[in-house]
T-cell receptor, first 111, second 116 residues
Framework: DAKTTQPPSMDCAEGRAANLPCNHSTISGNEYVYWYRQIHSQGPQYIIHGLKNNETNEMASLIITEDRKSSTLILPHATLRDTAVYYCIVRDNNAGNMLTFGGGTRLMVKP | DTAVSQTPKYLVTQMGNDKSIKCEQNLGHDTMYWYKQDSKKFLKIMFSYNNKELIINETVPNRFSPKSPDKAHLNLHINSLELGDSAVYFC???????????????FGEGSRLTVL
């Protein structure tokens, strides 16, 4: 799997959009971008994933650059409950290999 | 009802002991996993079972032995515990094996193991 690089921490004001970047410059054509988050003392929670098109669901939007070397997870209206560690992972769905979650970005949503 | 449940949530034990962590999922999923999260929050796959059969076994010491009595359960037994085994262990499940476009893993709440 391609490696990812994320900032270790970010702050966001409550009610504002949180934009979490992820660099995956060595991504290959078959690799998807996945985002999970882990709220303190809980198990990781799936957020969204995509291949090359932008994706949106009830939790977030995923913007993938045209060259696929980076992506941004957008939480449109961050709440205090969105404070968590956000993990960006890339993997090949056809390879049968498993996820390894790196250090992630610790997002702190402040009132 | 909790989708993926693990017991115990906390486990404190002495070096050299043998302990087990149990995991059950009520989602009807075919594939279950064990992950280990270290102090730096890196989460690494240990094992994966599909319909009670082992499909992934990463480089994990032989002291760790998963057991899957049925596809809803995947237990983790650890022999001769060492200090370095202290970590949070997460069980997870998915509808299809990870080699397919399953997209989503469902994780349990984690079991914090402390070896003294």
């Amino acid at each position: 799997d391609a490696k990812t690089t994320q900032p270790p921490s970010m702050d966001c004001a409550e009610g504002r959009a949180a934009n979490l970047p992820c660099n995956h410059s060595t991504i290959s054509g078959n690799e998807y971008v996945y985002w999970y988050r882990q709220i303190h003392s809980q198990g990781p929670q799936y957020i969204i994933h995509g291949l090359k098109n932008n994706e949106t669901n009830e939790m977030a939007s995923l913007i993938i650059t045209e060259d696929r070397k980076s992506s941004t997870l957008i939480l449109p209206h961050a709440t205090l409950r969105d404070t968590a560690v956000y993990y960006c992972i890339v993997r090949d769905n056809n390879a049968g290999n498993m996820l390894t979650f790196g250090g992630g970005t610790r997002l702190m949503v402040k009132p | 009802d909790t989708a993926v449940s693990q017991t115990p949530k906390y486990l404190v034990t002495q070096m050299g002991n043998d302990k087990s962590i149990k995991c059950e999922q009520n989602l009807g999923h075919d594939t279950m996993y064990w992950y280990k999260q270290d102090s730096k929050k890196f989460l690494k796959i240990m094992f994966s079972y599909n319909n009670k059969e082992l499909i992934i076994n990463e480089t994990v010491p032989n002291r760790f032995s998963p057991k899957s009595p049925d596809k809803a359960h995947l237990n983790l037994h650890i022999n001769s515990l060492e200090l370095g085994d202290s970590a949070v262990y997460f069980c997870a499940s998915s509808h299809l094996p990870w080699g397919t476009n399953t997209g989503e893993l469902f994780f349990g709440e984690g079991s914090r193991l402390t070896v003294l």
